[in-house]
């Protein structure tokens, strides 16, 4: 048995060429907080790997007339002044495969759960990994196509009043405390069956949260489609930087497949804290609240990369849900203002609903969705048609209605309605509704079954409504499915489950 | 010269920031072909107008980029040998020939460095490029290469 290992062994050194190889190399000048400076170097470009002498990793990210600045993405503690710098004449690459679904890696993709390497079926690498570059140009307008299938969170005020669809960016902002997180898990976990590969980027964040969103989305059984990329709390801003590039790197390697990805950046304020960070160490100048010049376009050509391609380029789509945290509601500042304009639309939470007890504490006024409502299905688009219009009034007529009592009755009526579709609204964590099941709530709120019931039994009235509809309404569930809208025969058996329910509920 | 000295007043005068190789550059050409007093003069200027400016602290930096623009401009390129053992002279003139060739260089100048923990053969470096034909190197190579095949 060893001597069978030996004689292969010495087969392999006795085949084994080594190449002859020029390579472009510099030396380093200084080294702190994870910044290089670096001499020589020439012809390298911008976002170039080096590797240091003992395999360190870095990208290249300012070109100086006689220095190079390099953020180091591993340990930089054996750097030292002097040592050799070597270029590899390739843009920092991201190795993925099918197999990195259910995996947690960190900002280089590297993993980093203990489940060992992950493996690949490339024939043209050793590894059998792809490698992807990071950074990417988006692709073109010819090869995209607009928005038009959904992507079904399982949140009721989402689904209905601001809906989401492949390919779209929709921006979740709001406050700390107040569910942004929640809502892209509870997005994460109404996934299964969907069709629809999920990634989670993490940026800055504790290693505990993390762990607890992990262990969450597995006992969902969400990790049999979710990856997760992590640059921790306690990592360099160097990796915080790279993580949203590489996940959307990984969401392309499945949208080159013909896949549809979803990517959460959970969250981009911290992500633009790091790059100032990395810019104020390489000394670039300062601008607003000292964020540098190009961090409009550090986020821009990220979300760009979100798109649905069309099908003569392979389809697939990248759907982007970025996450930005507000300080005190101020959507003013220069980081949310800046997302809110690059992205589709936002979903915005606020922390005086969320302590009033209306969760997902969604703002129903300032949230929008500029292409989604294009990639409801049909049936949704009846329902809720009405429903933002309708609590829109009724939170004038709320105001209006506190300083007397003397309402007429269309006026009582419209309130009485939109105190019902706030609570229909309201939904716990990790419960998403199937999207038919909204269909049903919100047909019984809008077409006025529910006004009879009191406010306070609304929660009980729904749950005890889909459990009757779902036996007895199987057209219309069926209809929806298949077709994505309801016949009139359908539309009969449903109206007549409801009424029937209704009189039961209200004995 | 006159150029040269007006170059340096130039620098000195409009540019806020200067780098290096600015400064480098200008001193390159306001002592280029002068030789003893005026040469003399023109470094006391130089030394002058450093410290006026606060730049002493980088004059090796100055004075590397000073090298450099030299070098090239006399068309000399630097081979830094390291090896584990001396350099026969034979092996130093293949050396010297071969970069001449591949550089376009009229000179080569080597440096020489011993190395014992390369253990064998030679490692170059000249121009920004890194040419390791070194034991140690092929070594690290074939781990590498069991390492990524054997994982």
């Not at chain 1, 050793?126 to 990071?134: T, W």
């Not at chain 1, 997902?360 to 969705?369: E, Q, T």
């Amino acid at each position: 048995m060893n001597n069978h290992i030996v004689e292969n062994l010495k087969k392999e050194i006795e085949n084994f060429k080594a190449t002859l190889k020029v390579e472009k190399v510099g030396n380093v000048m200084e080294v702190f907080d994870g910044i290089a400076k670096i001499s020589g170097l020439s012809d390298i470009k911008s976002s170039e790997m080096v590797t240091f002498s003992k395999g360190e990793v870095g990208v290249v990210l300012n070109l100086e007339e006689d220095a190079v600045g390099v953020i180091i993405l591993s340990d930089y503690s054996h750097i030292k002044e002097g040592d050799v710098v070597k270029a590899t004449g390739r843009i920092l690459e991201v190795p993925v495969s099918d197999k990195i679904i259910g995996r947690v890696v960190n900002a280089i993709g590297a993993p980093i759960d203990g489940k060992g390497a992950i493996k690949g079926n490339n024939p043209s690498t050793s590894s059998g990994l792809s490698a992807y570059p990071i950074e990417k140009v988006a692709p073109g307008v010819i090869t995209r196509q607009s928005v038009s299938e959904p992507v079904t969170t399982g949140i009721k005020v989402i689904d209905a009043i601001i809906p989401i669809g492949r390919g779209q960016r929709e921006l979740i902002i709001g406050d700390r405390q107040t569910g942004k997180t929640a809502i892209a898990i509870d997005t994460i976990l109404n996934q299964k069956g969907q069709n629809l590969i999920c990634i989670y980027v993490s940026i800055g964040q504790k290693d505990s949260k993390l762990r607890k969103l992990q262990v969450r989305l597995e006992e969902g059984g969400a990790m049999d489609y979710t990856v997760i990329v992590s640059a921790g709390a306690s990592e360099s801003a160097a990796l915080s930087y790279i993580a949203p590039y590489t996940g959307v790197s990984i969401a392309e390697y499945f949208m080159d497949q013909g896949k549809d990805v979803l990517i959460i950046y959970d969250d981009l304020s911290k992500h633009a804290v790091s790059y100032r960070e990395i810019s104020l160490l390489l000394r670039r100048p300062p601008g607003r609240e000292a964020f540098p010049g190009d961090v409009f376009y550090l986020h821009s050509r990220l979300l760009e990369r979100a798109c649905r391609r069309n099908k003569e380029y392979g389809g697939g789509s990248i759907t982007a849900l970025p996450i930005i945290e507000t300080q005190a509601g101020d959507v003013t500042a220069y980081i949310p203002t800046n997302v809110i304009s690059i992205t589709d639309g936002q979903i915005f939470l606020e922390t005086d609903l969320f302590y009033k007890g209306i969760r997902p504490a969604v703002n129903v006024g300032l949230s929008v969705s500029r292409v989604g409502s294009s990639a409801q299905i049909k049936a949704m688009k009846k329902v809720a048609g009405t429903l933002k219009l309708d609590l829109a009034q009724y939170r004038e007529l709320e105001a209006f209605a506190q300083f007397g009592s003397d309402l007429d009755e269309a006026t009582k009526r419209q309130l009485e309605r939109g105190k019902r579709a706030v609570e229909v609204l309201k939904q716990p964590q990790y419960a998403p509704v199937k999207i038919e099941n909204q269909i049903v709530v919100l047909y019984a709120l809008t077409k006025g079954y529910m006004d009879t019931i009191p406010v306070d039994k609304i929660k009980e009235y729904e749950q005890g409504l889909l459990d009757y509809s779902e036996s007895r309404a199987k057209k219309f569930f069926k209809e929806i499915t298949e077709t994505k809208m309801w016949s009139d025969a359908g539309e009969a058996e449903l109206k007549k489950v409801i009424e029937e329910y209704t009189k039961s509920f209200a004995k | 010269m006159v150029l040269g000295e007006a170059l340096l007043r130039t620098v000195l005068n409009f540019m806020t920031t200067l780098s290096n190789n600015d400064i480098a550059q200008a001193i390159y050409l306001t002592s280029k072909d002068k030789t003893g007093h005026e040469l003399a003069l023109s470094l006391k200027n130089v030394v002058s107008f450093l410290h006026r400016r606060r730049l002493l602290n980088k004059s090796e930096e100055i004075l590397f980029s000073l090298n450099k623009i030299i070098n090239d401009e006399k068309g000399v390129k630097i081979a830094k040998v390291s090896s584990a053992n001396k350099l026969h002279e034979q092996n130093k003139k293949e050396i010297i020939h071969l970069f001449k060739k591949r550089y376009l260089a009229k000179d080569v100048i080597i440096e020489e460095k011993i190395e014992e923990n390369l253990l064998g053969g030679v490692k170059i470096e000249i121009n920004n490029e890194l040419i390791d034909l070194t034991l140690k190197n092929r070594i690290y190579k074939l781990q590498e290469y069991l390492t990524t095949k054997y994982e």
